[in-house]
Nanobody, 125 residues
Framework: QVQLVESGGGLVQAGGSLRLSCAASGRTIRDMAMGWFRQAPGKEREFVAAISSSGGNTYYANSVKGRFTISRDNAKSTVYLQMNSLKPEDTAVYYC??????????????????WGQGTQVTVSS
């Protein structure tokens, strides 16, 4: 069993930056693809970014490509999401997710094995 805990959310002005962290415990994440999703009020959860177990492959939603960067530190069992040039439409609860023994691309559909509780990101205009 893996527990995922997100942190780093908050209130930021448009154009600003935030760095989200997802700390894993319970078992190693070295064999897991990891990802970030978000859900805005009244909307369905959507894929944001994914990273392979080694960190060598990454995928991004078109809406965040060029502004967000996903990375991981397996020694620290932590995954990060650096968010730059934030826009009001990035406002959402951001969730970390993990999927065992699979590629990063498999994360995109949202069928993950583990999920965090989420962290709120609010971008003011």
């Amino acid at each position: 069993q893996v527990q995922l805990v997100e942190s780093g959310g908050g209130l930021v002005q448009a154009g600003g930056s935030l760095r989200l962290s997802c700390a894993a415990s319970g078992r190693t994440i070295r064999d897991m693809a990891m990802g970030w999703f978000r859900q805005a009020p009244g909307k369905e959860r959507e894929f944001v970014a994914a990273i392979s177990s080694s960190g060598g492959n990454t995928y991004y939603a078109n809406s965040v490509k060029g502004r967000f960067t996903i990375s991981r530190d397996n020694a620290k069992s932590t995954v990060y999401l650096q968010m730059n040039s934030l826009k009001p439409e990035d406002t959402a609860v951001y969730y970390c997710a993990a999927k065992r023994w699979t590629s990063a691309q498999a994360i995109i559909g949202g069928a993950c094995d583990y999920w965090g509780q989420g962290t709120q990101v609010t971008v003011s205009s």
